[in-house]
């Protein structure tokens, strides 16, 4: 039995807000929090309403203020020698780092909040902070590892009848097992996981599942499911501000066109991702965005040399370091378009 999601990053006076609250509403609070913190002179209360800016501002694509949002709060924290509220600090900035595409700084920021967690004996920044790890190392490639991470917090947050966490245990698995072509274990791990979001009001993380879904529906050959999924988390994203995982679940819907075939939407809805991605600056993103346009585009009948050259260039601007898995899909795409040409 999971109790109901709560969002532990709004702290103190913020702590009543819902998980789902939209976030253009929760950054107006957390601002208003900031100000009345300033002069009271409470650093403790200022670092908490800095992260909460910091998680509105990176979720609504605002990243300049995010990372001037949380290096505020983790100084904040330090002035009022809280080590509980820099490592909430320093998970935001490891997230904000994971979503620009920086992924070493990424595991160094919330290894250093998970160390900081476990001296102040918060148990909940140090689950977040391992969650935060667990899933940049599966975003780089590093997948052996992070399914070890995230057997152990599934573990864990099961125990623990954590909501939150289950979900994003079983998701990070999920996507492990549809990376490893297992699609029956897939299904079932995000299947799971929208079944928990949903019965404890976990929006956020219903979102995510039902993406999941459509990719492993797709795969098998279910497109129209898959839209259907695809638009019932797109109105969650669009509700909550959601803009990263509103402009993944417009790419998913990007490679289920694909799919299916209908290469011409494909390429227009692959342009629409391009486009959010960027302008909340997330490389990942738009890479795999750009990847499938490119692709959609060969279908269509594009010159093969032109699309090669772009292919290149994309692949030129990933560093193998930071986005492993993110250019080896672009390489394999590359032999792929020789291997027809031969």
């Not at 050259?309 to 795409?333: I, P, Q, W």
């Amino acid at each position: 039995m999971y109790g109901k999601a709560f969002a532990p990053e709004y702290q103190g006076q913020l702590r009543d807000m819902s998980v789902n609250t939209a976030y253009e509403d929760v950054l107006a609070a957390a601002r208003e929090r900031e100000f009345r913190a300033v002069d009271k002179g409470s650093g403790l209360e200022l670092a908490q309403a800095r992260l909460a800016v910091a998680e509105a501002c990176r979720r609504l694509g605002k990243l300049d203020e995010a990372d001037a949002a949380w290096r505020g709060s983790y100084r904040a924290a330090r002035s009022a020698g809280e080590p509980g509220a820099m490592a909430w600090a320093l998970w935001s900035g490891g997230t904000l780092a994971r979503q620009r595409g920086q992924l070493t700084a990424a595991v160094r920021w919330l290894s250093s909040g998970r160390d900081l967690a476990k001296q102040a004996g918060d148990q909940l920044a140090y689950g977040y902070s391992l969650a935060g790890i667990a899933e940049t190392l599966r975003i780089r490639g590093d997948h052996e590892e992070a399914r070890e991470l995230h057997e152990q917090l599934l573990a864990e947050a099961r125990e623990r009848g954590e909501c939150r966490h289950t979900v994003w245990a079983l998701e990070g698995l999920a996507q492990l097992d549809r990376n490893a072509g297992d699609l029956d274990s897939a299904w079932q791990r995000f299947a799971e996981a929208a079944k928990i979001a949903k019965e404890g009001g976990d929006e956020r993380g219903l979102a995510w599942a039902l993406r999941g879904l459509a990719d492993v529906n797709s795969l098998c050959g279910e497109h129209d499911e898959a839209l259907r999924l695809l638009t019932w988390g797109e109105h969650i994203c669009r509700r909550m501000d959601l803009s990263s995982a509103l402009a993944y679940n417009r790419k998913m819907r990007g490679n289920v066109l694909f799919r299916a075939c209908w290469y011409s939407e494909a390429a227009r809805t692959y342009r629409d991702a391009r486009k959010m991605f960027r302008s909340i600056n997330e490389p990942r993103g738009a890479a795999l965005a750009e990847l499938g346009l490119l692709k959609s585009l060969d279908k269509l009948g594009r010159p093969r040399p032109a699309t090669e050259r772009e292919l290149y260039a994309l692949l030129d601007t990933l560093d193998s370091r930071e986005l492993r898995h993110t250019k080896r899909m672009v390489e394999e795409a590359i032999i792929e378009m020789r291997e027809m040409a031969a």
